[in-house]
């Protein structure tokens, strides 16, 4: 017997609002998995929209999961800025060369046009395709690398963590210049059709930089840009830890948080005091490798910890799978989130909670 009562759009939005949709959603994260069902390279696969397309249907036909992903690769944005992407067989692309070769260069810098960059047009093209084929059914998640942490791939890591202490009037002037493209590439993908946006945001994790530091620079760069942005978004700190940071996530115009497979999600969602649905956290790195057993357990574990009382979605930590996870594992997941995540609950969180 079918027990779903609800369409994937219906059983997100329920469970966004802190309310008990059919089951516990479930994000997989399949943005290169497709290639593999198309029989193509990764490099093939992204060259053209209507392969993302069609693997984004055919991945959430196959697993059943509830939501569809436009988002190609993070190097698409820097290409509008003029940088290149390094294809790999086996994982995903990287950015080139830095754009950024000197921080001279900052005060001349304009934000691309979303309209001028075929990279993203093709992501807007995809995004707009998805919509129109899932008929408002099924969630299509937009993206965004935030404006505090495109710059890894503009500048180089280091070079940017020099800038951010050693230069503070440039570090403010190339914040000023990514929020300009950032916001208006968040809203380009939202009036094609994104039902949302994941505002990624590695480097506030305070897995990278501290907390003061983050609410003197990043935290004031999310708080004006994510209010700019004319959706929902959800915060992703990419496998990073979050917990000394939800607090202050709270105070800003975002409605997730996506937490480290490292933390507890009871925890997480408790300190984001019914403020923050939670996304998250299985160990993507970690699921190459599970067993049936390992996959049926870890689901089970992360339903009983975060999907009491709703505002929880089952995803990955990181925000993209990797292209090693095995179909297996993919099915077994699938398979127990419909054992495990059945509203009312079967299980007991005081016994999750000694594991």
Not at 48 to 61: P, T
Not at 115 to 131: A, F, K, M, V
Not at 159 to 187: D, G, R, S
Request: hydrophobic share 40%; net charge negative.
């Amino acid at each position: 017997m079918n027990r779903e009562t609800m369409t994937p759009m219906e059983r997100v939005m329920t469970t966004l609002q802190f309310r008990e949709p059919d089951r516990v959603p479930l994000f997989l994260s399949l943005t290169m998995h497709g290639a593999k069902e198309l029989g193509l390279s990764i490099e093939e696969y992204y060259a053209k929209a209507e392969h993302v397309v069609e693997g984004q249907l055919r991945m959430q036909a196959k697993y059943r999961h509830d939501c569809l992903i436009p988002f190609c690769y993070a190097a698409a944005e820097t290409e509008a800025w003029g940088g290149t992407t390094i294809f790999r067989d086996d994982g995903p692309p990287n950015s080139g060369a830095p754009v950024i070769t000197t921080p001279e260069m900052i005060p001349d810098l304009e934000p691309p046009c979303v309209e001028d960059s075929p990279s993203l047009q093709r992501i807007l093209d995809i995004t707009g395709e998805l919509h129109r084929r899932s008929r408002g059914e099924i969630p299509v998640l937009g993206v965004v690398i935030s404006p505090f942490s495109l710059p890894v791939m503009q500048m180089g890591f280091e070079a940017y963590l020099v800038l951010t202490y050693e230069h503070p009037q440039l570090f403010q002037q190339l914040m000023k210049v990514n929020e300009t493209f950032c916001i208006a590439w968040a809203n380009a993908q939202l009036a094609a059709g994104a039902t949302a946006i994941i505002y990624f945001d590695p480097v506030a994790s305070p897995s990278i930089t501290t907390r003061q530091t983050y609410l003197q620079t990043g935290y004031q760069v999310a708080r004006r840009t994510l209010a700019a942005i004319e959706g929902p978004t959800a915060t992703h700190l990419a496998s990073g830890s979050s917990l000394p940071i939800v607090g202050d996530l709270c105070g800003l115009d975002t409605q997730v948080v996506c937490p480290s497979a490292d933390e507890d999600l009871g925890e997480v969602k408790a300190t984001g005091r019914g403020r923050l649905a939670v996304v998250g956290n299985l160990n993507g790195l970690a699921m190459r490798r599970w067993t049936a057993r390992q996959t049926e357990e870890e689901v089970r574990h992360a339903i009983e910890r975060g999907g009491p009382g709703g505002g929880f979605v089952l995803s990955d930590h990181h925000g993209e799978l990797p292209f090693q996870v095995p179909d297996e594992v993919l099915f077994g997941i699938s398979e127990a989130v419909r054992r495990w995540g059945f509203y009312p609950l079967q299980t007991n969180p005081g016994t999750a909670q000694e594991r």
